[in-house]
């Protein structure tokens, strides 16, 4: 009877132990549980506040775009403008000049036309100070708007073919090209003098780069980085190299047009 309460009373202390256990366990899961909570709450926090960011991200780059756009659209809208315009440099300039009228001889004569009809497609004739005349001591530029971008376009290619001249002083004729633009080509100058040097075409993009063709594959370079991997990768360093390349390059153009070429006649 003796060793069978025994046998309970150690029972009965092995329950107590697992009870205690038991209500440990459950607190230390209520704690486990308010932890977890408190990490949620933290959580959503940081959530709305990383939306929050998002969306300012969002509305900064949406406004981003909006400058960038605006600004490509201003300097397309002074391309489109500018395109009306042409640079006359080293006028003589005379005291009571008739600017229109002066003009309007010089130009009808280039082109052939009646000074009336030339005078007709004049828009606005005016003389401008310029750092390049100021330097080198020249006349004031005159810059004149035409009313067609036609008459513009038939002056330049007739001043390529045939020196413009008054007074027995040779008239250089240039496009206009807004401040913002030129500025911006400048920082493409490496590349475009080497294609000159070269003899490479390429034509500017607006807003900005170039578009040309090097060794029969088409080339859109938009952005300096562009122009700067390309410049490394055909010309910088590569000088001699570069220059025999070409050479050889074009010697093997010929050759396979020479073959081109004779096929067809046998054919």
Known sequence: MQKILQVVNENGKRIEKIEQKLDETDENIKALQQTIEKYGE???KIEEQQEQ??????????????????????????MDRSEFYLR?????????????????????????????????????????YTRYAMRNKLPREIHIRFTKKSI????????RDKTLKYNNKDIMVLKQVPRRVRESRREYAFLSKELLRR???????????????WREQRHRIDTVEKAELFYD????????????????????RNVQQQVKKQNNLGQ
């Not at 998002?54 to 300097?75: A, C, I, P, Q, Y």
């Not at 229109?100 to 004569?109: C, S």
């Open 53 to 78: 960011k998002d969306k300012e991200m969002g509305s900064f780059n949406t406004r981003l775009n909006e400058v960038e756009r605006d600004h490509n659209e201003s300097l397309r809208g002074e």
């Open 42 to 44: 933290r959580i959503k």
């Open 88 to 128: 006359f440099q080293n006028v003589e300039e005379e005291k009571g000049e008739n600017l229109l009228e002066k003009m309007a001889q010089i130009l009808a004569e280039l082109l052939e036309i009646t000074e009336e009809k030339m005078r007709d497609g004049i828009d606005e004739t005016f003389r401008v």
């Open 199 to 213: 003899g490479v075409n390429y034509r500017w993009l607006i807003p900005e780069g170039l578009l040309f063709v």
């Open 152 to 159: 513009k376009s038939q002056i330049l290619q007739a001043a």
């Open 233 to 252: 990768e055909y010309f910088r360093g590569k000088e001699g190299n570069g220059r025999q390349d070409e050479l050889m390059w074009n010697s093997q």
